[in-house]
């Protein structure tokens, strides 16, 4: 399985229902995180605060597993965030427009003029996604150099050999590349690092004391490590936190995070038209933040997933709710983890999840095996045996674990598919995201 990096946009937008008012229902929601402990679905940390107070905090799993022990988090436990790092170095950068030391319209070609298109891109084109740089994640040879250091040189450099994707503000593509610039602009202008200026600018200030720059994973500071689940529990590589910088390079916790937003949201980090900007959402994209609808609400974050972990945080501004969850083993979707826990908050509609599976007997499994095929679908799906575990494997694809929750139905959660068999007709039926494609066997 490839790890996560710190890329991806999560929406949560389904409509599940009319919601009410609270109260809040703390059992319910520590309904939903026992059943993900105990069927392993997942392992992380959850925090929701209202008006500034945490109403609801909860750890569950380890921050490490190995043959001897296995160590479990707790609330103060901290985990790689990804790319909610982006808020940060947007706030930093907000920060030193007030203070007239650069503008939005600022040419890159000031900082980096090597880069291509640098003097056509402007600080405020990094912020929103609308520079054309080119995501240097996306590369297929990042996994084989992503666990090694990286000085500033050597990122510009991988950074300026691409050519652009599109002209400047053509649209908006997410890049990981603006923000690491962005990290290094912060750095040239205030003349520190970017670990200390992010200390002396935000977390000393609004008294965030479990809010850094990451470097390797050390337990004894209760950090963790990151996990895949491939049958069991798979420990992860690390990136080196020199690589992502002001993109992804941040460790904190939920409590942490709730603390952060609400202090953006009260306008202690920034004057009132800065604030403005960072949230005026130009397709899909505000400047370090996102909207992220739910029901009939709305909102405001970012989302995050560096190795094996992943995160999302969270503000309500009609509610004056703040949420976040950062996890470091996913065996469940977040994306539901997180609807889940909203639903409960916002007392609506929802029905806890049982991860219900049935027994099959190991050579009952065979009449499954096979490579499955069509026109329609770009991959080929080889279904296999792995003792008394039925695996998929999609082409160039590492294989997944398949659990059996009804008569020829499969699902690998994680990932949200769902395999059902005809084996009448030698084929089986796809489905994830809401779409069916129909695979026959060769």
């Not at 997942?42 to 160590?71: F, H, L, P, T, V």
């Not at 008569?407 to 769902?418: L, M, S, T, Y």
């Given at each position: 399985?490839?790890?996560?990096?710190?890329?991806?946009?999560?929406?949560?937008?389904?409509?599940?229902?009319?919601?009410?008012?609270?109260?809040?229902?703390?059992?319910?929601?520590?309904?939903?995180?026992?059943?993900?402990?105990?069927?392993?679905?997942?392992?992380?940390?959850?925090?929701?605060?209202?008006?500034?107070?945490?109403?609801?905090?909860?750890?569950?799993?380890?921050?490490?597993?190995?043959?001897?022990?296995?160590?479990?988090?707790?609330?103060?436990?901290?985990?790689?965030?990804?790319?909610?790092?982006?808020?940060?170095?947007?706030?930093?950068?907000?920060?030193?427009?007030?203070?007239?030391?650069?503008?939005?319209?600022?040419?890159?070609?000031?900082?980096?003029?090597?880069?291509?298109?640098?003097?056509?891109?402007?600080?405020?084109?990094?912020?929103?996604?609308?520079?054309?740089?080119?995501?240097?994640?996306?590369?297929?040879?990042?996994?084989?150099?992503?666990?090694?250091?990286?000085?500033?040189?050597?990122?510009?450099?991988?950074?300026?050999?691409?050519?652009?994707?599109?002209?400047?503000?053509?649209?908006?593509?997410?890049?990981?590349?603006?923000?690491?610039?962005?990290?290094?602009?912060?750095?040239?202008?205030?003349?520190?690092?970017?670990?200390?200026?992010?200390?002396?600018?935000?977390?000393?200030?609004?008294?965030?004391?479990?809010?850094?720059?990451?470097?390797?994973?050390?337990?004894?500071?209760?950090?963790?490590?990151?996990?895949?689940?491939?049958?069991?529990?798979?420990?992860?590589?690390?990136?080196d936190m020199s690589i992502?910088?002001?993109?992804?390079?941040?460790?904190?916790?939920?409590?942490?995070?709730?603390?952060?937003?609400?202090?953006?949201?009260?306008?202690?980090?920034?004057s009132e038209k800065s604030?403005?900007?960072?949230?005026?959402?130009?397709?899909?994209?505000?400047?370090?933040?996102?909207?992220?609808?739910?029901?009939?609400?709305?909102?405001?974050?970012?989302?995050?997933?560096?190795?094996?972990?992943?995160?999302?945080?969270?503000?309500?501004?009609?509610?004056?709710?703040?949420?976040?969850?950062?996890?470091?083993?996913?065996?469940?979707?977040?994306?539901?983890?997180?609807?889940?826990?909203?639903?409960?908050?916002?007392?609506?509609?929802?029905?806890?999840?049982?991860?219900?599976?049935?027994?099959?007997?190991?050579?009952?499994?065979?009449?499954?095996?096979?490579?499955?095929?069509?026109?329609?679908?770009?991959?080929?799906?080889?279904?296999?045996?792995?003792?008394?575990?039925?695996?998929?494997?999609?082409?160039?694809?590492?294989?997944?674990?398949?659990?059996?929750?009804?008569?020829?139905?499969?699902?690998?959660?994680?990932?949200?598919?769902?395999?059902?068999?005809?084996t009448t007709k030698s084929?089986?039926?796809?489905?994830?995201?809401?779409?069916?494609?129909?695979?026959?066997?060769?």
């Open positions: 399985m490839k790890n996560i990096f710190f890329t991806t946009l999560l929406l949560i937008c389904l409509a599940l229902g009319n919601a009410h008012s609270e109260p809040f229902n703390n059992a319910r929601l520590d309904s939903l995180f026992d059943i993900l402990a105990a069927k392993n679905k997942a392992m992380g940390s959850i925090a929701i605060s209202k008006n500034g107070n945490i109403i609801y905090s909860r750890a569950i799993g380890y921050k490490q597993i190995s043959d001897k022990e296995k160590q479990p988090v707790t609330t103060s436990t901290k985990y790689r965030i990804g790319s909610i790092t982006k808020m940060f170095t947007a706030t930093m950068i907000f920060q030193l427009i007030d203070e007239g030391k650069i503008k939005l319209t600022t040419p890159i070609a000031t900082y980096f003029p090597k880069l291509p298109n640098a003097g056509k891109i402007t600080i405020g084109n990094l912020l929103n996604h609308r520079s054309g740089l080119h995501n240097f994640t996306n590369d297929e040879d990042y996994m084989t150099w992503m666990t090694s250091p990286k000085t500033h040189d050597e990122m510009l450099d991988i950074i300026s050999k691409k050519p652009v994707d599109f002209e400047p503000n053509e649209k908006a593509s997410y890049s990981n590349s603006n923000y690491v610039l962005l990290g290094y602009v912060i750095e040239n202008i205030t003349k520190q690092t970017y670990s200390k200026a992010l200390q002396e600018r935000i977390t000393s200030k609004i008294g965030l004391s479990d809010t850094y720059v990451g470097g390797k994973i050390n337990l004894t500071h209760n950090e963790c490590f990151s996990y895949a689940v491939l049958g069991d529990w798979e420990l992860q590589p690390e990136t992502p910088g002001g993109a992804g390079a941040i460790i904190s916790t939920p409590t942490d995070l709730t603390k952060f937003i609400e202090a953006l949201f009260a306008q202690k980090l920034m604030f403005s900007q960072m949230k005026t959402i130009t397709d899909s994209y505000g400047m370090g933040i996102f909207t992220i609808p739910f029901n009939t609400r709305k909102a405001y974050g970012h989302n995050g997933g560096i190795d094996g972990f992943a995160s999302i945080l969270g503000y309500f501004p009609e509610d004056s709710v703040a949420i976040s969850y950062i996890s470091n083993g996913q065996a469940y979707p977040m994306n539901d983890i997180l609807i889940g826990a909203l639903s409960i908050y916002f007392d609506m509609d929802y029905s806890i999840p049982t991860f219900t599976v049935i027994a099959v007997k190991p050579e009952e499994l065979d009449k499954y095996r096979g490579v499955y095929s069509s026109p329609q679908f770009p991959l080929k799906i080889t279904i296999a045996k792995e003792g008394s575990t039925l695996t998929g494997q999609a082409t160039g694809q590492s294989s997944f674990p398949l659990e059996a929750t009804e008569k020829d139905k499969f699902e690998f959660q994680q990932a949200g598919i769902v395999i059902e068999f005809n084929e089986l039926t796809l489905k994830q995201g809401g779409r069916n494609f129909v695979l026959k066997k060769e």
